[in-house]
């Protein structure tokens, strides 16, 4: 019976998610339950690929890569995986016509990750982006909007700029464990790999006017998705104010973390701050 190997798949993608992710699981708590096991599913399979060119370093990664995105090629065309989270994604991939150049463009990230260790110019460090953040943010819309097309359309930008804007934040916060273990710079507004309180000023402007673009689409999100997105949208925001608040030069010195208990501070925020928004709207439209 492939149904009971299907939820088992799906299952093995939740978990990946609530292991690897405590911030973006309770995000994904906060969507429809119809739409939460497919979200989980494009996590899986992202978070597999990332930790391939990220922690796997007593291992040739380069083989392991190419038998992963063999994989994902045979998953994709049959229709049907042994590997559970490749199992999950393919059927997500069909069930919302998840175009293969995103597919494509992610991969391509995650091998430049096995090559590149400096980005020189911005439109290496905007490549990169795009295909190791924006594209999740495409490929999660695709679930959201649930094949209404015109929709999609009209929301690509602030997808792709939330993503850009959680990947920054990311970069930001890792910056020392990028440089240190990783042996990676991504930002070329950095001279000589050390960030300074410029440079740190500079990147931070470019995080916000991308989070000022995003939560444009944010508020246009159908209802099963909005209040999910919105909380990961506020988690973020709230990483990006302490990573403004802190130095750079203690940013080199270690990984800003906003803690489990201000996490589930926040989460209370964004539902009352969600729910009290439209009625501050229906006050303000009789108001003026």
Do not use: W
Request: glycine share 2%; aromatic share 12%.
């Amino acid at each position: 019976m492939k149904e009971l190997f299907d939820k088992l798949s799906y299952r093995c993608s939740h978990r990946v998610t609530s292991m690897y992710s405590t911030s973006f699981s309770h995000a994904v708590k906060m969507l429809s339950p119809k739409i939460q096991k497919d979200i989980y599913a494009i996590y899986g399979f992202v978070r597999l690929a990332d930790e391939i060119v990220d922690t796997f370093h007593d291992y040739d990664k380069k083989l392991l890569l190419d038998e992963f995105e063999s994989d994902l090629e045979k998953a994709l065309e049959r229709e049907i995986s042994l590997n559970p989270i490749l199992n999950a994604f393919q059927q997500v991939v069909h069930k919302y016509q998840i175009d293969a150049e995103l597919i494509d463009a992610f991969m391509k990230s995650m091998r430049d990750d096995l090559n590149k260790q400096q980005y020189n110019s911005i439109e290496e460090y905007k490549a990169y982006i795009y295909g190791s953040a924006d594209v999740v943010g495409l490929m999660c819309l695709k679930v959201f909007v649930q094949g209404d097309a015109e929709k999609y359309e009209s929301l690509k930008t602030p997808a792709m700029k939330l993503g850009s804007a959680f990947q920054k934040v990311n970069f930001l916060r890792d910056i020392k464990e990028d440089h240190d273990h990783l042996h990676r710079s991504y930002f070329p507004h950095i001279e000589g790999d050390v960030i300074d309180n410029e440079s740190k000023k500079i990147i931070i402007a470019e995080i916000n006017r991308d989070f000022e673009e995003a939560y444009a689409g944010i508020v246009q999100l159908p209802m099963e998705a909005k209040f999910g997105v919105y909380t990961a949208y506020v988690y973020y925001k709230n990483l990006l104010r302490k990573l403004t608040r802190t130095k750079a030069s203690e940013i080199r010195e270690k990984r800003i973390r906003i803690s489990n208990p201000m996490k589930m501070v926040l989460l209370t925020k964004s539902f009352v701050n969600y729910k009290l928004n439209p009625l501050l709207d229906i006050l303000l439209s009789f108001l003026f």
